[in-house]
T-cell receptor
Framework: GAVVSQHPSRVICKSGTSVKIECRSLDFQATTMFWYRQFPKQSLMLMATSNEGSKATYEQGVEKDKFLINHASLTLSTLTVTSAHPEDSSFYIC??????????????FGPGTRLTVL | AQSVTQLDSQVPVFEEAPVELRCNYSSSVSVYLFWYVQYPNQGLQLLLKYLSGSTLVKGINGFEAEFNKSQTSFHLRKPSVHISDTAEYFCAVRFVSSASKIIFGSGTRLSIRP
């Protein structure tokens, strides 16, 4: 299957700083990437959908100015948590897929990034 | 509104016993169905998926699931579990008409006792 990587796998930062998380599709071109957040012992919550070359679509309740998403190429999407606070500490997971809404439109998930804000 | 419900937040079973993890969904449109497994501090691994065809789907690690359209269910089963199956399991749906957006259930923690 297709491989999606995330970098870094873990990051610890001070409150007020910004953190960038990268999501890469290693062996396929992903015109659509998704960012999820998972709090401890909870499910994955979709934060936003990013399409290459256009603005991301954010889910209700997600602050677009705080969680900046850039999908500048077909293999890379970045999530920047700006002015991070302890409540932003979470496990962030990306997935990459193709825009086809049929059976070929499968998503492939990255290994996740553990963000801890002190 | 579309939703995914996993009725059991935790399921404890003894090793080598059978297990069923329940999943129900609500949707007014056709869906694709998935089960994912998540080991501690790791991402998601696809166990199996139902896209079309036979309603009984076999996946990795000896798991299988059956799509029941009339009951809007997609329960996951394994006839004999191992200690290594201890993990969090997520049921998920993707709506056929959408551009790959996936909705996840709340997850079921499967704990295996020796």
């Amino acid at each position: 299957g297709a491989v999606v990587s995330q970098h870094p796998s873990r990051v610890i930062c001070k409150s007020g700083t910004s953190v960038k998380i990268e999501c890469r599709s290693l062996d396929f071109q992903a015109t659509t990437m998704f960012w999820y957040r998972q709090f401890p012992k909870q499910s994955l919550m979709l934060m936003a959908t990013s399409n290459e070359g256009s603005k991301a679509t954010y889910e209700q309740g997600v602050e677009k100015d705080k969680f900046l998403i850039n999908h500048a190429s077909l293999t890379l999407s970045t999530l920047t948590v700006t002015s991070a606070h302890p409540e932003d500490s979470s496990f962030y997971i990306c997935s990459a897929g193709q825009p086809d809404s049929g059976e070929k439109g499968e998503q492939f998930f990255g290994p996740g990034t553990r963000l801890t804000v002190l | 509104a579309q939703s995914v419900t996993q009725l059991d937040s935790q399921v404890p079973v003894f090793e080598e016993a059978p297990v069923e993890l329940r999943c129900n969904y609500s949707s007014s449109v056709s869906v694709y169905l998935f089960w994912y497994v998540q080991y501690p501090n790791q991402g998601l691994q696809l166990l199996l998926k139902y896209l079309s065809g036979s309603t009984l789907v076999k996946g990795i690690n000896g798991f299988e699931a059956e799509f029941n359209k009339s009951q809007t269910s997609f329960h996951l089963r394994k006839p004999s579990v191992h200690i290594s199956d201890t993990a969090e399991y997520f049921c998920a749906v993707r709506f056929v008409s959408s551009a790959s957006k996936i909705i996840f259930g709340s997850g079921t923690r499967l704990s295996i006792r020796p």
